[in-house]
């Protein structure tokens, strides 16, 4: 299994105070120097952390970008002249606080089938952020889609209650039928330091997306301190 670091909220701190500090380009030269995939950033409609210049200026570093993003014209030119390392298809509600839920990829999936087609022939890896849920992964599969990324959020609280065992069931079968169906399989979703050791009872998992844990650990034990403690748990 591979990292992907979300570097978001290093933005949104930032913006707190519409400075420059913390400096997020320099937080990605830190992480970069771990054995991670790539850093994951989510360009909101609302711009509320990652800003346009962040994009520019993290892929001049030459880093691996995972770009999440809503199934817009407006992102999808964005996308087109970053290029990112691949990009994440998610839902995106502007009062929520974080992505609550997957992307109903099924009832739109004729409109998500043309929107993925020019972000797939600029050879930008193309993932659906979706429920562990069987219908949604086939409509991914349908529509072209190279990755399923699991939101693991419902097991994630689940873990708090100490009663999981039934999404991670769920995340288990959708994995299994999404690489059956030739679909590699990501996660990701309020996994933290104490949950993710179950990522490893699903089998084939490509990459994790983790961001609100490792920043929150990093104000304790610094950023590649707390980089390389997640990827001691996942390795
Ligand atoms: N993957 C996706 C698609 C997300 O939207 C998010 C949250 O931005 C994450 C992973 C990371 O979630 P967390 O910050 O809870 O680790």
Redesign the pocket.
């Known amino acids: 299994m591979k990292l ?1 670091v ?1 570097i ?2 290093i933005a949104t701190l930032r913006n707190a105070r519409g400075g420059v500090e913390p400096n997020l380009v320099e937080a990605a030269k830190i992480i970069l120097k771990e054995d991670i995939l790539a850093l ?1 950033m ?1 360009l909101r409609e609302d711009r509320r952390h990652i800003k346009d210049k962040d994009l520019y200026d993290v892929k001049s570093l030459g880093a691996k970008i995972n770009l ?1 993003m809503a199934a817009t014209t407006e992102i999808q030119k964005i996308a087109l002249d970053i290029i990112p390392y691949s990009v ?1 298809i ?1 839902p995106e509600r502007r009062q929520e606080v ?2 609550e839920g997957g992307l109903d990829v099924y009832s739109q999936k004729e409109y998500l089938k043309e929107f993925i087609k020019p972000l797939k022939e600029k050879g930008i890896l193309v993932s659906m ?1 979706i429920d562990p849920d069987i219908k949604q992964v086939e409509a991914s599969r349908y529509i072209g889609a190279n990755y399923i ?1 699991m ?1 693991t ?1 419902s097991f ?1 609280i689940a873990f708090e209650k100490g009663d999981f065992k039934h999404e991670l069931d769920k995340l288990k079968s959708a994995a299994l039928h999404a690489q059956k169906l030739d679909l590699k399989v990501n996660a ?5 330091y104490e949950n993710v050791y179950l990522m490893k009872e699903i089998s084939g998992i490509s990459e994790l ?7 929150s650990r990093s104000i304790f034990v610094g950023i590649s301190q707390a980089v390389k403690e997640m990827l001691e748990l996942i390795d």
């Open positions: 992907g979300n978001d909220h994951t989510h999440e994440c998610v974080t992505t952020f990324e939101h959020g994630s990701g979703h309020g996994l933290n997306n983790i961001g609100h844990s490792i920043i």
